[in-house]
């Protein structure tokens, strides 16, 4: 089946320490986005790539890095620069050029500084 | 003002009912108009595009109103199963689907 995968779904970090949140895709979508998601707010961009070896700042940027060495793979950083890192964060993937308009969201990583 | 925003809710129904959720946005540009369902403590999921001429699937129907910048979407004869968020996401001008979420509208059916 095709789909995005995310790994893992629960992470606890101490204070100070990076993580790298997985997220694969097999749906040969050219686009991929990160978003995070606090209580009661809506999905914030962190991140997003539309092709291979590219990616720019999203709306939310800081304390976060990733990297798009290839097209089905897009993982996040969450360096201790992140002043308040607990959240939920989703990968998206989407269709480039010929979009319409639709995310496709994996099941997402539920990130808890200790 | 925030660029998508939304009722926080809860909207709490009885089975049967309709109800109606609004979401306004800022950016008169904006392109392409999206509602998603997200079940608690899961991904969101697309339930529906918003078209200009609005579209119905279902129970549900979404609306598109540019001139007051709004979108909508209502649910006739609620089911249990509806229980959940609702999210609004609109698409700003520009390429690729980088869209831009409201925090949702919570929904509850009870019997």
């Known amino acids: 089946d095709g789909g995005i995968t995310q790994s893992p779904k629960y992470l606890f970090r101490k204070e100070g320490q990076n993580v790298t949140l997985s997220c694969e895709q097999n749906?040969?979508?050219?686009?991929m986005y990160w978003y995070r998601q606090d209580p009661g707010q809506g999905l914030r961009l962190i991140y997003y790539?539309?092709?291979?070896?590219?990616?720019q700042k999203g709306d939310i940027a800081e304390g976060y890095s990733v990297s798009r060495e290839k097209k089905e793979s897009f993982p996040l950083t969450v360096t201790s620069a992140q002043k308040n890192p607990t959240a939920f964060y989703l990968c998206?993937?989407?269709?480039?050029?010929?979009?319409?308009?639709?995310?496709?969201f994996g099941e997402g990583s539920r990130l808890t500084v200790l | 003002r925030k660029e998508v925003e939304q009722d926080p809710g809860p909207f709490n129904v009885p089975e049967g009912a309709t109800v109606a959720f609004n979401c306004t946005y800022s950016?008169?540009?904006?392109?392409?108009f999206f509602w998603y369902r997200q079940d608690c403590r899961k991904e969101p999921k697309l339930l529906m595009s918003?078209?200009?001429s609005g579209n119905e699937d279902g129970r549900f129907t979404a609306q598109l109103n540019r001139a007051s910048q709004y979108i909508s979407l209502l649910i006739r004869d609620s089911k249990l199963s509806d229980s959940a968020t609702y999210l609004c996401?609109?698409?700003?001008?520009?390429?690729?689907?980088?869209?831009?979420f409201g925090a949702g509208t919570r929904l509850a059916v009870h019997p």
């Open positions: 998206a993937s989407s269709l480039g050029q010929a979009n319409t308009g639709e995310l496709f």
């Open positions: 749906l040969n979508h050219d686009a």
């Open positions: 790539s539309q092709i291979v070896n590219d990616f």
């Open positions: 950016n008169s540009a904006s392109q392409s």
């Open positions: 918003v078209y200009s």
């Open positions: 996401a609109v698409k700003p001008p520009g390429g690729y689907n980088k869209l831009i």
